[in-house]
C-alpha cells in the first residue's frame, strides 16, 4: 500500500435540498454514513489494506456550512445553515459598521462577511428559543459539517470526538495557526 495515496473517490454527489439537520432528525448522517459504506469497502480493496491499517481518512465538506447539536445526543438543533445562506447579511452590515470592525480584518486577515460561521452561530442563538441559555449551560456543541461527520465517524454519543480541521479553526476564531501550540 502507498502512503498518502487516494484509494477511492468519487465525483460529488448533491445531498438532496431536505437532508440537512433538523431537530430531532439524523437525515444527513444516514446519507452522509451510507456514503461511507459505498466508498469505503471500495478504497480497502484498491488499497489492498484492513481498517487496521488505515492512519488518516480525509473528508470533503461543504467547509463553512454550521450545525449546531446537543452535546450528549448528537441531534441537530434546528437545521445546518450552509455557507450560501445570507440571512446574516444585516448582521454583518451592522458588525461592519461597529467601532473597531477594522481590528478584525488587521488582525486575522479576512473581512468580516456572510461566509464565515461565526455570523450563522449569532443567528441560530438570537433565533432559536431557548438554545443560548442551552449554550451557556454548555449543552450545545458547535461546528461545521466535518466537525459533525468526524463526531460521528469516531463513535458518537458512544466517545465520539468534537475536534475541527485546524486551518478551519483560526479561521473561526481569527486566530494565526502558526501561533497556536
Known sequence: ???????????????????????????????????????????LAR?????????????ANQRETTVLRDRLTGVPIGRAIVWQ????????????RAPGAAVVTERSGLPIVTYFSAPR??????????????????????GTMESWLIWNLSGGVDGGVH???RTFDWI??????????
Open 1 to 43: 500500500m502507498s502512503v498518502g495515496r487516494v484509494a477511492a473517490s468519487r465525483p460529488r454527489t448533491n445531498v438532496p435540498d431536505n437532508s440537512t439537520p433538523r431537530p430531532g432528525e439524523r437525515t444527513l448522517w444516514r446519507w452522509s454514513s451510507s456514503q461511507v459504506e459505498r466508498v469505503a469497502p471500495e478504497a
Open 47 to 59: 488499497a489492498d489494506a484492513t481498517t487496521s491499517q488505515i492512519a488518516a481518512v480525509g473528508i
Open 85 to 96: 445562506d445570507m440571512r446574516t447579511g444585516a448582521l454583518v452590515d451592522e458588525l461592519n
Open 121 to 142: 452561530v449569532r443567528r441560530l442563538l438570537d433565533h432559536t428559543p431557548g438554545l443560548r441559555a442551552r449554550a451557556e449551560r454548555g449543552e450545545v456543541l458547535f
Open 163 to 165: 475536534v475541527t480541521e
Open 172 to 181: 473561526r476564531a481569527g486566530e494565526d495557526p502558526a501561533a497556536r501550540p
